[in-house]
């Protein structure tokens, strides 16, 4: 490790000084392989002037820059409108978590790399807050001052050392959780300490001593050098949980005055949010998901068998559904309700007391040709509008409240032979009765009240290739189905048509393309 002034010389971490050394020439060399958009994110705002800074956690800087985590910026609020300005330019978009866990002065910004095929995501503080992450409690007002002792030498600008190490124990400390540690330790995951040690040892030794104090006295003026000597030791691996835990509720003292609420308050805040957390993923299996600010996007995929649609609906799923709050909703197998549901019941034993249906009960005039399908069936096709209606509804609030709503099987209009309105053409040619009128009236009005989607995606492929792919169903039903679709003249709609005769990965690449456009 480096070597120190002798005046209380820093206790040697959990990770040697070869390690660290090893740790410092990686997140140095880590800026030259920054994937495209965060290159070109640092030019915008090299070229822009604008005041920031990448600053915690620059011992895997390296890490961060690939787009393997998110990226901790800390950004002058006079630049924040031309901060996102900027970001808004490169195709970034804001999202945000649930309500309860919103942050005054900290955003979330993502973008899509399409050459590296990752997600950026921007951690953006204008005010630099410190504690617990379910509550950051704690503001520190150096936020000029941190900006002010950078280094510029890398690809992104980042704090001395010696002030990153200060911010680092303060927010450990603040961030630490007994309680959390335990529950981790019960569910088998690591309480992190070892990460946090390994960081400690990497920036003592890049740290000069003295530099740190002189740095300490501006960052917290009068906190003692001694007790700061107590809050860096209980990082360490052999500290014990009760040290940590005593050191924390002191430390809590020490920033009262800078604490957002209570203490007191923050402590119940911050295990309600906890328990919550945790029921709320290890009991009811969900896991939280951030919304877009600007709200969501109902999405609608659609082509004809063999065209990879449901192969593209997952795809499009797993690719948003590790950040974001997205959800498949199928138009073609809705939710049935219960008058549903009674209504198959009733066809079904139809079709079983048929011929002795037939013998006793003479169909009317309509229902005995050969084209009237039977007044059952046509509640039948009511009742299944109804239910699409009602997927409908639940897709487009979703989408409203910020999320992104995948939609398979959406109803197009001028697409008859997936899904639509079935009444009006079974019955064509025949002459209807007010009770058939009404039906078909019920049935259309369903299906009128479904809006167009936000984005409109179609997947068209020559039907011959449909037939070659889709061996599981017959020619002459795929054919028929998806020559619907390569036939329709989709000019003068809004739809985005998609060569679905390409490889799965060109079709993914391409539909992301549109659909972050869309976000």
């Given at each position: 490790m480096k070597a120190r002034p002798a005046i209380l010389p820093f206790p040697q971490g959990n990770v040697s000084g070869q390690a660290a050394s090893t740790l410092t020439k990686a997140s140095q060399n880590g800026n030259e392989a920054a994937i495209p958009l965060v290159k070109k994110l640092c030019e915008v705002l090299d070229n822009e002037q604008i005041s920031y800074c990448h600053w915690k956690s620059n011992w895997r800087l390296s890490s961060w820059l690939k787009g393997e985590g998110d990226l901790d910026l800390l950004v002058a609020s006079v630049d924040a409108q031309r901060f996102a300005s900027a970001a808004y330019g490169l195709g970034f978009v804001q999202a945000a978590s649930p309500q309860k866990e919103e942050t005054p002065g900290v955003l979330h910004l993502y973008g899509w790399d399409k050459e590296a095929e990752k997600f950026v995501h921007l951690h953006v503080y204008h005010r630099l807050l410190l504690g617990h992450d379910l509550t950051n409690n704690y503001h520190l007002p150096i936020e000029e001052l941190l900006l002010e002792s950078t280094d510029n030498t890398g690809l992104i600008p980042i704090p001395q050392p010696e002030?990153?190490?200060?911010?680092?124990?303060?927010?450990?400390?603040?961030?630490?959780?007994?309680?959390?540690?335990?529950?981790?330790?019960?569910?088998?995951?690591?309480?992190?300490?070892?990460?946090?040690a390994h960081e400690l040892d990497y920036l003592e030794s890049n740290s000069?001593?003295?530099?740190?104090?002189?740095?300490?006295?501006?960052?917290?003026?009068?906190?003692?050098?001694?007790f700061f000597e107590r809050c860096l030791e209980s990082l360490r691996l052999e500290s014990s949980a009760w040290n940590r835990m005593i050191v924390r509720l002191q430390l809590?003292?020490?920033?009262?005055?800078?604490?957002?609420?209570?203490?007191?308050?923050?402590?119940?805040?911050?295990?309600?949010?906890?328990?919550?957390?945790?029921?709320?993923?290890?009991?009811?299996?969900r896991h939280a998901r951030k919304y877009f600010v600007n709200g969501g996007a109902l999405i609608a995929l659609v082509g004809g068998d063999g065209a990879g649609k449901t192969t593209a609906v997952k795809a499009v799923n797993k690719w948003l559904g590790d950040n974001f709050t997205v959800r498949t909703f199928h138009f073609g197998k809705p939710r049935r309700s219960p008058f549903t549901i009674?209504?198959?019941i009733g066809l079904r034993s139809q079709a079983l007391m048929y011929p002795w249906l037939k013998k006793l009960f003479p169909g009317s005039r309509d229902e005995g040709t050969s084209s009237h399908?039977?007044?059952?069936?046509?509640?039948?096709?009511?009742c299944a509008a109804r239910d699409r209606h009602r997927v409908y509804l639940k897709a487009r609030r979703f989408a409203?409240?910020?999320?992104?709503?995948?939609?398979?099987?959406?109803?197009?209009?001028?697409?008859?032979?997936?899904?639509?309105?079935?009444?009006?053409?079974?019955?064509?040619?025949?002459?209807?009765?007010?009770?058939?009128?009404?039906?078909?009236?019920?049935?259309?009005?369903?299906?009128?009240?479904?809006?167009?989607?936000?984005l409109l995606l179609v997947l068209r492929v020559d039907p011959e290739i449909a037939v070659r792919r889709k061996t599981d169903e017959r020619?002459?039903?795929?054919?028929?189905?998806?020559?619907?679709?390569?036939?329709?003249?989709?000019?003068?709609?809004?739809a985005h048509l998609v060569d679905a005769s390409q490889s799965a990965a060109c079709v993914l690449d391409e539909l992301r393309s549109q659909i972050w456009q869309q976000i």
């Open positions: 002030f990153e190490l200060v911010v680092f124990v303060l927010r450990k400390v603040l961030s630490s959780s007994t309680s959390e540690a335990m529950l981790r330790r019960m569910m088998g995951r690591s309480a992190g300490f070892e990460k946090t000069n001593r003295a530099s740190v104090y002189e740095r300490l006295n501006r960052i917290v003026p009068g906190l003692e050098v001694s809590e003292e020490v920033l009262s005055a800078n604490a957002r609420r209570h203490r007191h308050i923050d402590r119940a805040l911050k295990s309600w949010r906890l328990m919550s957390k945790l029921f709320s993923e290890r009991v009811l299996g009674a209504v198959i399908p039977g007044y059952l069936h046509l509640v039948r096709w009511v409203d409240n910020g999320g992104i709503a995948i939609c398979d099987r959406f109803l197009v209009h001028g697409i008859a032979l997936m899904d639509g309105p079935n009444i009006a053409r079974s019955l064509e040619g025949t002459e209807l009765t007010w009770l058939s009128r009404a039906l078909m009236k019920a049935e259309n009005k369903r299906y009128q009240q479904i809006m167009q989607p936000d020619e002459d039903h795929v054919r028929t189905r998806s020559n619907e679709i390569w036939e329709t003249d989709w000019t003068g709609t809004r």
